[in-house]
Each structure stands twice: as C-alpha cells, then as structure tokens.
C-alpha cells in the first residue's frame, strides 16, 4: 500500500494503517535507538516508546520525509532513555550460557541462515563499532548513526535531530575521526574483511 | 605526516565523501589531495571508518512494535446518552449530598436559638429548679425561693403534695381545699407560669415517648434512587459499547 496513503488514514485515526507503516519501519527504528543506546532491551523500550509517540503526534507530520521524522522521534526517546538510565545507574544482566559463562552475542538476536564463522564475524565488528559508538558523545552518536549507519542524507539527519546543516557537517567530521581512531585499536582484532584499506595515495 | 589541516579542511572532506561539495568545492578539494599527503591520509581514514560504520550488522527486531489500542489510550467512541446518564447521576449525588449536610448542621444552628430564649423577669436566673443556673445553683436554698420574691417559695411543698396525693388509697380526692402550701396549684404564681418556659430547656419529661425521626426523608430515597439507576445505566451501556467495539478490534 501506498506510504502517503497509510499516512493520512494513520492521521484520521486509524490504528491498522499505523502499524502496517510500523512494520515497513520497525527495523530501521529499532536499530538505530539499539545503537544510541547500545542495549537491546532499552532500544526495545525507546522504539516502542517512539511508535507510540509518533502516533499520537502524527497529525504534526506535514509531509517530506516520513523516514526522516520517525528518525526524530526514536532519537527523542532515546535521549529520554539515556536520561533515565543516568538518574537511575543499573548494572545489565548479562545473557549467560548453561555453564553460568557470559554470552558476548545473544545467540536469540542472531541470524540463523549465517554460518557459525559469519555469525563469529559479525559479532566481533559489531562488538568494536558499538564500543567506539559509546565512546562518542551522544551528539556526535546520533549523527553519525543516522548519517553513516542508516544513510540518512544531511538534511534528514538535520531534520532528525532538529539542528541546522552546518552543525551536522561538523559533527558528522569529528565523529569520524574518533571513529577512526577508536577501531584503530581492534584492526588486528578485526576479521580480514573487515580491516582497514591500505593507505596509500590516490 | 600530516601538515596541519584545518578542521575546516577535515569538514570539507567529510562532505566530499558523502557528495555534499559544490562543484566548485569539489574541484579545488580534489586539486588540494593530489598535492597534500595529509589531507589524502585524512581522507582514507574517514573512508575507512565510514566503510565500516556502513557495515554494521542489522539486527533482528526482537518482537513487532505494533500499537494496539490499549497502547495509544483509544478509547471507543461512547453514545451519547452516556454521558448525560452519568451527569444526571453525579447531579442527583450532589443534591443529596446537600441535603445531608443540611440535616446535620440544622440541629446545630437550632442550638444556640434555643439557649437565647429569655427566661422571664427579674434578671438572672429564674429557674426554680436547681441546676438550671449554672453556677448559681450553690446559691439555692430551698424555701427560700430563688431570684424571685418570698411567694415562689410555695412550690417546693406544692410538688411534695403532688407526689403523696396519689400514695392515699380510698380517700376520695375532693376539691382541694385552698391551702397555703398548695396555693400554686390553682393560682398560678409567677413561678408556676415559668416552668412550661423552661421545659425546653429540660428536655421532655421521662416518661414521655419521643417522636422517632425517619432515617431518609422522601426527597433523599427518590434522590439515592435516581442516583443507583442513572448510574447504572451509564456503567450498562459503556459496558456492553466497549464489549461490542473489542470484539470488532
């Protein structure tokens, strides 16, 4: 079905629309607040907070980019998220095996066409770039997540997160260079496909 | 080696990377790269981080995030009559509230009234009975009379004659004769027509039964029963409106 056309029934109202457009979306938004927060179950909270938010608000969209302001609300619930978690500090409970062992990768998140070398990959790339995300200011994370991760174009990064064109430049610019300079330390960590080019000259 | 790039310059090849130079930007950018080693290095390494943040594994999403109603607070739309229903049994709880609060505090207003009532002349307390005076009642003696002249004295042997008349079986009860002791019962003096003055403020007498006051009058049954029916009238028909629309959902 149509986007604009589940849109405007989803602004008269109507539930079954909005969650045919959360489904075509609930990938997209579940990623993106998983790695702002990097926490399953709190990216779980702010996506569904996000989709109930979005509903409620929908008569506000008027137009352009849907993609874009679904992104503006999962980012407001996951600065609402990041907020909570600071007054209240828990400690997460790691997913742990039968021999009382934790698991880095929850098994029950990964892809089960994978093969065991891929799915291994996967989680050691994932694992360095989540770990360089939360080494970034939250700022700099939402840029860079919206812009590079979920390749969002600067105005729907800067429609997203509410500030104007030139401030995402420079965030996008300092955010990959900590970037850069954080995987550095997990290259030789990295899987052969996954390492850095050589740098040579053009 | 890098040769101090400006932050600005590092802005400029982010933006490149992501095709957001003008044409122009571009050009002179490029020209820039093929002479400077370290914007070149710069540049490879933002690619690299780029390259790799785009590669990122997608995960699965652990459960759908549909809303159901219940969610976003819908509530079904309710007919008409429920909410007039449900006002005009709030309106009818107020009423009676009202008229609670109106059968308490009457009592209470009626109280002061009652103890503002003159007692007669002479100033003070004219009460023949001791213990009506408050603290004047030490100042009692009895065949004396009390704050009223020398004649109120009569009353005291006029009660005792009251109460022994009855206790002489087979004498006949003729008129009575005029006595000095009994003279209040047929003249009455200033005291005798004080008493019925004072009677409320005695209460009844103990052997009179008193009038039982119904717990609810008229008005509060007929506003308990709009209250009950109104109301339950809005409860049935929001019930059976929100069965009816979460069967449809």
Request: net charge neutral; charged share 20%; proline share 8%.
């Amino acid at each position: 079905m149509d986007e604009q056309l589940l849109i405007r029934s989803a602004q008269k109202g109507d539930l079954d629309s909005f969650n045919s457009l959360v489904l075509a979306y609930q990938e997209i938004i579940f990623n993106t607040a998983l790695r702002i927060l990097g926490d399953d179950e709190l990216a779980a909270d702010a996506t569904q907070e996000a989709f109930i938010s979005a509903f409620r608000n929908i008569t506000s969209f008027r137009g352009g980019s849907f993609r874009a302001w679904l992104s503006r609300t999962v980012t407001n619930a996951c600065y609402d998220e990041l907020r909570r978690k600071k007054r209240r500090p828990t400690t997460p409970l790691e997913p742990t095996n039968d021999e009382d062992e934790e698991i880095e990768s929850p098994h029950w998140l990964a892809d089960p066409e994978l093969s065991p070398e891929k799915v291994f990959e996967q989680a050691e790339l994932e694992h360095a770039i989540q770990h360089c995300l939360d080494s970034l200011p939250i700022d700099y994370r939402s840029v860079v997540v919206l812009a590079d991760i979920q390749g969002l174009d600067y105005n729907e990064v800067a429609i997203s997160l509410r500030k104007p064109l030139g401030t995402i430049k420079s965030r996008l610019a300092r955010a990959r260079l900590r970037l850069q300079e954080c995987l550095q330390d997990f290259w030789e960590l990295l899987p052969a496909a996954f390492r850095l080019e050589n740098k040579s000259s053009p | 080696m890098r040769q101090n790039p400006s932050f600005r310059d590092v802005e400029k090849l982010s933006a490149y990377l992501d095709q957001q130079l003008s044409s122009s930007d571009r050009a002179r950018l490029e020209a820039r790269l093929g002479s400077e080693p370290s914007l070149w290095e710069i540049l490879t390494d933002m690619r690299q981080a780029r390259t790799l943040m785009k590669k990122t594994p997608v995960q699965r999403v652990p459960h759908n995030f549909y809303l159901t109603p219940k969610m976003v607070g819908i509530r079904p739309p309710l007919p008409r009559s429920v909410p007039v229903f449900r006002f005009a049994s709030i309106t009818a709880a107020i009423v009676l509230f009202f008229t609670f609060a109106v059968n308490f505090l009457n009592p209470i207003a009626a109280a002061p009234s009652l103890a503002a009532v003159p007692y007669g002349k002479g100033g003070g307390c004219e009460s023949t009975v001791p213990g009506n005076c408050g603290d004047n009642t030490q100042n009692f003696q009895p065949g004396t009379g009390y704050g009223g002249g020398p004649q109120e004295t009569a009353t005291s042997p006029a009660i005792t004659a009251m109460s022994i008349a009855p206790q002489t079986p087979g004498t006949t009860t003729p008129e009575p004769t005029p006595q000095p002791g009994l003279r209040s019962m047929e003249q009455p003096t200033e005291a005798a027509s004080i008493l019925p003055t004072a009677e409320p403020v005695m209460g009844k007498p103990a052997g009179e039964k008193s009038e039982i006051q119904p717990l609810f009058s008229g008005l509060q049954i007929a506003l308990i029963t709009l209250f009950l029916i109104f109301g339950a009238i809005a409860l049935i028909i929001r019930r059976i409106t929100i069965t009816k629309w979460q069967k449809r959902q």
